[in-house]
Structures are given as C-alpha cells and as structure tokens.
C-alpha cells in the first residue's frame, strides 16, 4: 500500500508563509510527477504547482510567483513553499503523486492522494 501524508497546514495573517509537506510511504518502484491541488469551500479542486521527476515545475496563475513546488526524491517528499499569501487562497490544500508500484512482476502506475491539510488566511 501507498500513502501520502501532508503537512504544514494552519491559521496564517495576509502576507504570511507557510510550507507544506507531502511525504509519500509503502511499496514504492518510483514517483513521477507529484502536484499540488487545493479546494476552497463551495468550490471545486484545482490545480496549483507539478513538478516532474526531473524538476520541472508549472504552476497555476492563483500561485505564479508567490508559491514555489519542489521534491526531495531521496525521501518521496513533496513541499509547497507559500509566500505573501491572501485570503483567497484559503482552502484545503491536497498533495497528488503519479507512483510506480511493483505488486508482481509488472510496474503499474496510479494516481495517489493525500488526506489534505487545511490553510486559513485571515486576520
């Protein structure tokens, strides 16, 4: 079994930061692309950074230039660095990983998502 667990999440005033974490654990071949959504109340999921194997990174306009994505592929770990954060991008924050699993003898690939952690900005 494969699992995502996030981190970092809480209660933050405009203009603050906060990093997110997403280590992801079990019977894992290799990870390929591995993202970052989120979804404010009433509304639905929506994409905010990816990041390839390789360190490529595109992000959603909502994130250019104040979030940055990056990995740590020794320890399947995905983060989310927020900078100058507003009160729109409140939201439940969920971290997605494309994993090769090795269950016989052939790879399969899957999508996985974390549990979701919880980012609130207000004063």
């Known amino acids: 079994q494969v699992q995502l667990v996030e981190s970092g999440g809480g209660l933050v005033q405009p203009g603050g930061s906060l990093r997110l974490s997403c280590a992801a654990s079990g019977s894992i071949f290799s990870i390929n692309d591995m993202a970052w959504f989120r979804q404010a109340p009433g509304k639905g999921r929506e994409l905010v950074a990816t990041?390839?194997?390789?360190?490529?990174?595109n992000y959603a306009d909502s994130g250019e230039g104040r979030f940055t994505i990056s990995r740590d592929n020794a320890k399947n770990t995905v983060y989310l660095q927020m900078n100058g954060l507003k009160p729109e991008d409140t939201a439940v924050y969920y971290c997605n990983a494309n994993i090769l699993t090795r269950p016989g003898i052939i790879l399969q690939s899957s999508a996985y998502w974390g549990q979701g952690t919880q980012v609130t900005v207000s004063s």
């Open positions: 990041i390839s194997s390789g360190g490529r990174t």
